[in-house]
């Protein structure tokens, strides 16, 4: 049935009279804070990169603003320490709620400090940042009671530096104890999420905000709440106390709670809780919680210590959004325990679910925080995807409580040593607890080949850059990064293939038995691995781990590896650099003559075997040319076995044949991360024009035969600019035509239906498959699409359309319907409860309509004649539509003309942030005239926003050139193949 314009403006109407209610209040907020993941997942290409545009652009909630400042990073090291801590005893009590007689967002507190001399000394130096110190009661005594010095301190900030400064009257002896007594004041933040800090959520059982007061101490935070000697190195054991207002809350530190006693200071109804000392750790660990929650606690014969999981009453008692994460945690944490042979060493693991949390999660020892999403996980409503990030995410932080808490960096230019290790082992530990994730193999695109594309760029570091260390100490944290987590973990890796699993584990393991309680640096760690592989004989005895490691860890970037036909038995390996004319911000401390040490394991059509990844030979770092004899040339050889080194391979076009007769004949005998690397490789040499984009599309070929989840994860992520710039052009059809048949063969042979029995990596890659099908358009899927939809239409109390693919269908029912689909949807939707997933999927997916005659006025009315619905949905729903390859022009045009009036409804950053969201579609010079027309005429009120404008500007110009230069190519190519 064709629309009317009649019937269609009454849609619209009903849409927006609909969407105008308070309940859309609660609704964004559900969209925003739980279901973006799912949004970016199994959504159709044009939606993906839309949300997480939309993401990097929102900078308040709940009007916090959460984008000035992530952390604070300290100017200045702690000069020679005349003394180490041993222990800290705290008492806090953070005033969270209007108090009469106290300041509100006040938490006054006291420490005292135990130390050992280590030299005789009148001065004490300690970090301080935003503390109210009482001088008058600061007292240093010697715990030697025969010992009857009085000191005198005179107490000194030194704000610059985050300094303390106690000048003593009598010189401490050298190894005698004392303790620094000292009141203080600190202060809840509530404009930014570090030190410790004030969130919140809307409890929907009794519509009331509900605050949560919760800590952030990484870097560099923790002097902002108490007086310490704030770095990685310096550890000690931490007593703590908690006073709160028990009537509303509930009080966590890393302990266990002790005992409970009233509040000697504070009014009726307030505790003073005493929780266990800890094991020795680092400041930056420290952390506690006040908040109005709930918990679920593992099985006990899972885990002997108690292993909870906190979170709001309504995720963890009405949707039991915590029994997942509790479990496994339980589970990873006894992995750990077998794996490393060595026990858990505090007395609980508690994770707890915060609302506003900047980074994804933090490892705490004993009270891991958690961005909410990153730890809730609902049954038959969250997707596999999501399990699949809450599941790696948990692997991680409690890998931590072993490298990062138990053994730590000694400083923060040696943080990869952490973060790299349990980047690493959050693969293997899941791969181990939750195989049906293959995360083996997903490690590839998601570690490997991320941390590649940033070490390519002007962005990448060394992973260690001593210079910085002694120069820059105030930049240096700004390394919390791909290349530490993503080319660290990868480093690791390498480690792995020349040293074998066995020889990494044992090292790993004695490292951790040797620097148990203790700071590192990777220099330990190599010289540890170096014995072990000695001693097993998996490194020869002139080679050290140090002399290969150095040259990866200690400058940026990373070698190609050229390798040509010599002969029917000779080969020439070439090395240099990757994207030579990328000059690094940070620089390198390595002659830039130095190249690298590179092990190179070979598998062969005569021996394909991509276990044993011990290296046939060695390229020194002096060794730009090596040939190397042996090899029958006229089969396929592929260097690099199962991408285990941290390097690309060019082949000439002979090897590069061989391997594509391979690929199309049987693909399986070349592993799969092989074959996922490959064609990262071939993508990434025509981006950077080593090759022409006709030998990279050859890796293509063969797709209609590959079911495994990263091949087609790489295939996407490089086709999908591909897509965006191609998308309005003749050459989409030619694409569609190409690809299409490919995914649909694919899904075929995984299966083209969702069961109810399926999970994991299968059905993630069977989301994305749809996803892609439907995107373009292909008649199968969006026949499976309509009919879901239809289905779910007629008998709306049970949506049969599995969780996974309903971003998908949805999308796809509107975007190809008519305005029966259209009428058929709003019923849907009113229909849908204002809580639910389904609603805020469904709002997202009208902005994928593609007829005009829905886009006008529903953009008219929703953005301007709709008073009741927040700025942030309307933005978003804008962004939607310019995604949208059908409607973005029509969309663009109406926004041109009614920039004026749209800024002063929405606000400037909705013009921002749709120019930010098209950038990567708009390939003409025309559509380009039309937002920088609309930019000049509306000039003063974007000037805030024209840095991030012009760069907008500077990525369509450069999608006029690539579109110059490749579109025709491509659309020969994909149409003639």
């Known amino acids: 049935m064709k629309s009317n314009s009649v019937y269609v403006v009454s849609l619209i109407q009903g849409l927006i009279k609909f969407l105008n209610s308070v309940s859309i209040m609660k609704m964004f907020s559900l969209l925003f804070c739980n279901t973006f993941f799912v949004l970016t997942q199994g959504n159709p290409p044009l939606q993906i990169e839309l949300l997480r545009v939309f993401l ?117 002896s050298e190894g005698k104890e004392y303790s620094i007594f000292i009141e203080f004041t600190s202060y809840i933040a509530t404009t930014k999420l570090n030190g410790i800090y004030l969130t919140g959520y809307l409890d929907p059982e009794t519509n009331e905000f509900s605050n949560v007061l919760t800590t952030q101490f990484q870097a560099s935070a923790a002097r902002q709440a108490f007086p310490c000697f704030d770095e990685p190195w310096v550890k000690a054991t931490f007593k703590i106390y908690v006073g709160y207002d028990r009537q509303r809350y509930i009080a966590l530190s890393n302990g266990q709670e002790v005992r409970e006693t009233p509040h000697p200071t504070m009014p009726s109804g307030w505790s003073l809780k005493e929780f266990n000392e800890t094991v020795k750790m680092s400041t930056y660990l420290i952390a506690i919680v006040i908040a109005n929650y709930k918990y679920v606690e593992a099985p006990a014969d899972i885990f002997p210590k108690p292993v909870r999981i906190y979170g709001p009453s309504h995720l963890i008692n009405g949707q039991k959004g915590g029994d997942y994460a509790a479990t ?222 150095d040259t990866w860890s200690l400058q940026s970037g ?167 710039k191609v998308s309005d052009t003749l050459t989409f059809n030619a694409f569609r035509s190409y690809l299409a048949p490919k995914l649909i063969q694919a899904l075929t042979l995984i299966g083209f239906e969702q069961l109810p029995h399926h999970n994991g990596t299968n059905v993630i890659l069977r989301s994305e498959l749809l996803d892609w099908a439907c995107s373009l358009q292909h008649a199968r899927c969006l026949t499976y699409a309509s009919k879901l939809f239809s289905e779910w239409h007629a008998s709306p109390g049970m949506n049969p359309i599995p969780v996974d693919i309903r971003s998908v269908v949805y999308c796809a029912a509107l975007a190809n319907g008519d305005a029966d689909t259209f009428a058929a949807a709003l019923t849907m939707y009113k229909s849908l409860s204002t809580s639910g997933i389904d609603k805020s999927l469904l709002f997202v997916a009208f902005g994928c309509a593609n007829d005009a005659n829905f886009i006008i006025p529903l953009l008219r009315d929703l953005l301007f004649e709709s008073s009741d619905i927040i700025t942030p949905l309307k933005i978003l729903f804008l962004q939607v539509l310019g995604t949208n390859r059908i409607s973005r022009t ?31 579609y708009v390939g003409t010079t ?43 190519r491509l659309r020969i190519w994909f149409s003639e193949n």
């Open 328 to 549: 496994k945690a339980a589970e990873f944490l006894a992995y750990f325990e077998k794996y490393y042979e060595i026990e858990y060493k505090m007395d609980k693991m508690d994770s707890v679910a915060i609302p506003a949390f900047w980074f994804g999660a933090m490892e705490n020892w004993g009270l891991n925080i958690y961005r909410e999403n990153n730890l809730m996980y609902f049954n038959q409503l969250s997707t596999e995807a999501e399990r699949e990030s809450t599941t790696l995410v948990l692997a991680h932080e409690l890998c931590h409580q072993w490298f990062g808490n138990l053994v730590t960096a000694e400083f923060w230019d040696q943080i990869w040593v952490n973060e790299g290790l349990a980047t690493y082992f959050e693969y293997i530990a899941v791969a181990e607890v939750v195989p049906e994730f293959h995360t083996l193999t997903l490690r590839q695109h998601k570690v490997f080949q991320v941390a590649m594309a940033f070490d390519a760029s002007e962005a990448s570091h060394p992973l260690i850059n001593y210079a910085e260390r002694k120069h820059k100490y105030d930049k240096l944290m700004e390394v919390f990064d791909r290349i530490t987590y993503r080319k660290g973990a990868s480093l690791i890796r390498m480690m792995e293939g020349f040293l074998t699993l066995r020889t990494l584990k044992n090292g790993l393991k004695n490292f951790l038995k040797k620097k148990s309680y203790e700071g590192a640096n990777q220099n330990e760690l190599f010289q540890i691995l170096t014995e072990e592989g000695h001693q097993d004989g998996t490194l020869p005895l002139n080679r050290t781990v140090k002399e290969v490691m």
């Open 558 to 724: 990373f070698p190609l590896v050229s390798v040509t036909k010599s002969s029917k038995s000779r080969i020439h390996v070439t090395q240099e650099r990757f994207v030579k004319d990328v000059k690094y911000s940070n620089g390198s401390i390595l002659d830039p003559h130095d190249l690298w040490t590179i092990p190179v394991a070979v598998a062969t059509a005569d021996n394909p075997d991509f276990d044993d990844l011990t290296p046939d030979f060695w390229i020194e770092k002096d060794v730009r040319f090596k040939s190397i004899e042996g090899y029958d040339t006229t089969k396929w050889i592929l260097f690099n076995a199962d991408a285990a080194g941290y390097y690309r391979v060019l082949y000439d076009d002979t090897l590069l044949n061989l391997l594509l007769d391979q690929l199309n004949n049987d693909p399986t005998v070349i592993s799969v991360v092989s074959r996922s690397q490959l064609i990262d490789d071939y993508f990434t040499f025509w981006v950077h024009k080593f090759i022409q984009v006709e030998d990279t599309l050859q890796l293509t070929k063969y797709l209609g035969h590959e079911t495994e989840a990263v091949v087609w994860t790489t295939v996407f992520s490089h086709l999908r600019p591909i897509l965006n």
């Open 56 to 172: 990097s652009h929102l900078q308040t909630i709940d009007g916090v603003d959460y984008g000035i400042e992530k952390t604070t990073f300290a100017k200045t090291r702690l000069p020679a320490t005349n003394v180490i801590p041993t222990n800290y005893i705290i008492f806090w009590t953070p005033i969270i709620d209007n108090l009469a007689e106290f300041e509100q967002f006040s938490i006054p507190g006291t420490v005292t400090i135990t130390v050992t001399a280590v030299t005789n000394t009148h001065f004490i130096t300690l970090n301080s940042l935003h503390l109210d110190i009482v001088e008058n009661t600061i007292e240093v005594k010697p715990l030697d009671k025969s010992d009857s010095t009085v000191y005198k301190v005179t107490g000194k900030s030194e704000p610059s530096n985050e300094f303390y400064l106690l000048e003593l009257n009598e010189a401490l």
């Open 926 to 968: 025309g559509e380009l005239k039309t937002l920088e027309q609309m930019v000049q005429d509306n000039a003063e009120d974007l000037e805030t926003f024209r840095p991030t404008l012009n760069a907008n500007f500077i990525i369509i110009r450069k999608n006029i050139q690539w579109r110059k230069e490749n579109e025709e």
């Open 890 to 920: 029509e969309t663009t045009n109406y926004i041109a003309r009614s920039a004026s009036k749209l800024i002063k409804a929405l606000g400037a950053v909705a013009i921002s942030n749709y120019i930010h969201t098209i950038s990567t």
